[in-house]
């Protein structure tokens, strides 16, 4: 990987992982930050796709959409699929939540699942680019 590759990979990987310590943070507070941790959750799903994609030298598009994401990945490499799958649900949290709406929030253990969810994202692209890119 040329250089400039290597660094916006590991950009979009730190970025992904303050995303998912921001989720931590807000799943910790008393009372936690509901909503906030779930846009945190889609937003850290979202990077880390998006930095496994440039990983690959493969353009995306600027979107939160992460069924499109996840399909661009899988293309990649199918095994992705199972971690990936999941994460689709994330999307919405993208936006639901920004601005004043009815929409319900869900309840803490649904957050806390979600949560789950971007972490297993985390591990899967992690495990996959170790090798090309250390210390993520």
């Not at 930050?33 to 796709?49: I, R, S, T």
């Not at 899988?74 to 999941?86: I, S, W, Y």
Request: glycine fraction near 4%; include cysteine.
């Amino acid at each position: 990987m040329h250089p400039e590759q290597l660094a916006e990979v590991k950009s979009w990987l730190k970025k992904a992982a303050d995303d998912l310590r921001g989720a931590d943070l807000d799943l910790a507070a008393t009372p936690p930050f509901l909503e906030d941790a779930l846009f945190h959750c889609q937003q850290a799903a979202e990077k880390y796709m998006k930095g496994f994609l440039a990983a690959h030298d493969r353009i995306f598009r600027k979107t939160h959409d992460l069924d499109e994401l996840a399909m661009a990945c899988e293309a990649l490499d199918q095994g992705l699929k199972e971690f990936l799958e999941p994460a689709r649900d994330l999307t919405i949290f993208a936006w639901e939540f920004r601005y004043p709406g009815d929409a319900p929030v869900p309840p803490l253990e649904e957050v806390k699942e979600y949560r789950r969810v971007a972490g297993l994202v985390y591990e899967a692209i992690r495990e996959r680019l170790s090798n090309s890119v250390s210390g993520h």
